[in-house]
Nanobody, 126 residues
């Protein structure tokens, strides 16, 4: 079992920045690739970004490429999402999730991930 707790959400004006954190506990954090997803009201949960267990590869949705940066610190059991140039379209609940590094499932799909945090709200005003 892996427990994930997100933090760092909040309200910001368009053009601003936020840094989300996701702290993991339980099993060995470095055994997992990590992902960030988001869900706005009335929409499906959508992929935002992912990072492999050793940070060797990162993945981004086209909508956030060049604005968001994912990183991780396995010594702190934490994954981060730096979000810059935020727009109202980025408003959503953001979730972090974990998938075994041995899983062959696509890191772009929510179904691949086994463990999920409770989410943190990000609100961007114009």
């Amino acid at each position: 079992q892996v427990q994930l707790v997100e933090s760092g959400g909040g309200s910001v004006q368009a053009g601003g920045s936020l840094r989300l954190s996701c702290a993991g506990s339980g099993r060995i954090f470095s055994n997992y690739d990590m992902g960030w997803f988001r869900q706005a009201p009335g929409t499906e949960r959508e992929f935002v970004s992912a990072i492999t267990w050793n940070a060797g590869k990162t993945y981004y949705a086209d909508s956030v490429k060049g604005r968001f940066t994912i990183s991780r610190d396995n010594t702190k059991n934490t994954v981060y999402l730096q979000m810059n140039s935020l727009s109202p379209a980025d408003t959503a609940v953001y979730y972090c999730a974990a998938v075994s590094l041995y899983s062959r499932s696509s890191r772009y799909t929510a179904d691949a991930y086994v463990y999920w945090g409770q989410g943190t709200q990000v609100t961007v005003s114009s």
